[in-house]
Structures are given as C-alpha cells and as structure tokens.
C-alpha cells in the first residue's frame, strides 16, 4: 500500500513557472514507478509525465515536452513536476500515481495508487 499526497499547486500567470511534489508513505517508494496526470473539468484524466523507479528513464506527453520536467528523490520518497512556460490550457487538477514495478507507464489504468490531486490554474 502506498499513500501519495499531493502539494505545491497553485495560481501562475501564463508563461509563469510552477513546480508541484509528491510525498509517499507507507510502502517501499524505489520499488515503484511514477507518474503525474491532470485533469481538467469536463475532460478525461490525461497522462503528463512518468519516471521509472530510479528516475533514469522519464516519459512525457507531446503537449508539455520540452516544458515539464518528473524527477524523483528516493531518499525523500517524493517525486517532482516542474511545469514552465506555462499555458491557460494547462489548467487542471495535477494527481500523481504509483506502479509497483521497473517500466515507465503512461496509460492511468495501469496505476494502482493515487492522490487526492492538486489545482494548477494558468491565468492568461
């Protein structure tokens, strides 16, 4: 069992830079993978961004390559989404997940555990 808790969201302008955390507790954090999702009212929840155990292999969605940067820090059980250049569209509910496992998942069926999620709003 793993419990994740989100934190760090917030009101940004746009092109603004925001930077959320995960804190996990209860299981043995290295041994899973993660990954960040938002979710925008009235929009399915959508992948952004996963990082293996060791954080050496990280995956992101099309629309914030290049802009979002997952990094994790075992020894802090916590993982990390720095969001920059950021865009109205990225307003959402930011959640992450965990996997227990070796890959980089970007499908949300596949993780197990989740958090309650934190809002993100990018003013224009």
């Known amino acids: 069992q793993v419990q994740l808790v989100e934190s760090g969201g917030g009101l940004v302008q746009a092109g603004g830079s925001l930077s959320v955390s995960c804190a996990a507790s209860g299981s043995t954090f290295k041994n899973y993978a993660m990954g960040w999702f938002r979710q925008a009212p009235g929009k399915e929840r959508e992948f952004v961004a996963a990082?293996?155990?060791?954080?050496?292999?990280?995956y992101y969605a099309d629309s914030v390559k290049g802009r979002f940067t997952i990094s994790r820090d075992n020894a802090k059980n916590s993982v990390y989404l720095q969001m920059s250049s950021l865009k109205p569209e990225d307003t959402a509910v930011y959640y992450c997940?965990?996997?227990?496992?070796?890959?980089?998942?970007?499908?949300?069926?596949?993780?197990?555990?989740w958090g309650q999620g934190t809002q993100v709003t990018v003013s224009s």
């Open positions: 990082s293996s155990w060791s954080g050496g292999s990280t």
């Open positions: 997940a965990a996997r227990h496992g070796l890959g980089v998942y970007s499908s949300k069926d596949v993780y197990n555990y």
